[in-house]
């Protein structure tokens, strides 16, 4: 059996992948497709999105137990079917006990991916990708700080600011809002005003976007405040303006409740500005610990700081790691 080829870096990782079929199951929900599409398209592929849809009896006991038969491979109509790809990434509960499924049903011909902690142990793929601020741990499991995600040097370096620059700084706000830990309190939405036109006060220009987690009273709260103080703030119309953002601003200024919406911001090796909201959680915490030991973050207090670091990118690497352990798997089975 002849070993498998070293994969050193990027630019080999995509050739050695070239022309492999992909699926990326999820149950649909942005926040899964988002690592997912961001590993393949690090690596050049095309991922065929398969949406799995199990009925609430089967859903409450995932990811331990079975998938719904009505989306076995077998079935006609079901996101299983048929011919299956060379690799299957899982991202989300659900897709976890789908993802095992695929293994079985293909002979284990598929080199299976999962990312995230998967709550059922990292038997449960040939490959894991598990944050750091995780616990899961394992042969086949990968650790990383930060998240993988699209926002690709490539990309970045093509996305083009909507505003007209004035001379002035820019401080890019990236605002999430209600989360399953966090939420956007009324004195949080006073204390970023404040701590806003007290930059602005210090020569700073705004320019910003809301997310769907966004309060509306945040919306317009920091609309007129744009509108006031010769800012821009994006009112829903259009391409959202996330890439510019993060591509153009000077300092980034993120809300914590988001470590993908972090994971971004540190990605372009600007300042990234932590703006806390009312709540906790020991892994966010954790994450944020990372990012300020790493030189990447502080918190945002007010007065915009301008420092530099290497962007924090793991997205390239854990793409690297999969290509690696793809062939490896492939070289177990002597199809290399």
Known sequence: MA?????????????????????LVTDGKMGDLVPGLGLTERLGLEAESRVVASRRIFTAFMPWGPIDPREAPGVAGSPLAPPFPDIAIGVGRRAA??????????????????????????????????PLHDRLRGP?????LTTPHRFSPERL???????????????????GGTSKDFRFS???????????????????????????????????????????????????????????????????????????????????????????????????DEFWRGLVGAGAARLFQGR??????????????????LARRFLAHRAGQGQI
């Open 3 to 23: 070993p498998s080829p070293e994969i050193r870096s990027l630019a080999e990782a995509r050739e050695a992948l070239a022309g492999k079929r992909v699926w």
């Open 97 to 130: 006990s789908y993802i095992r499924h695929l293994k079985s049903a293909s002979g284990g011909r598929i080199f299976t991916v999962f990312l995230r902690d998967p709550r059922s142990g990292a038997r449960i793929a040939d490959f894991l990708w598990v």
């Open 140 to 144: 086949n499991v990968m650790t990383t």
């Open 157 to 175: 370096a093509s996305a083009v600011a909507p505003w007209t620059p004035d001379g002035r700084p820019v401080l890019g706000l990236l605002m």
């Open 186 to 284: 009324p004195d949080d939405e006073m204390r970023l005003i404040a701590q806003l036109r007290q930059a602005i006060g210090e020569g700073w220009r705004l320019a910003g976007t809301p997310s769907r987690r966004t309060p509306q009273s945040v919306t317009r709260a920091l609309s007129t405040l744009c509108a006031e103080t010769g800012g821009w703030f994006w009112n829903g119309e259009g391409e959202n303006p996330y890439p510019a953002l993060l591509a153009r601003s000077d300092a980034l200024l993120v809300t914590m409740e988001s470590t993908n919406m972090l994971g971004e911001a540190v990605a372009t090796g600007r300042p990234v500005l932590g703006f806390r909201l009312t709540g906790k959680s020991r892994k966010l």
């Open 304 to 321: 915009p700081e301008r420092y530099s670091y290497e962007p924090i990118d793991a997205t390239g690497i854990i793409a690297v790691e």
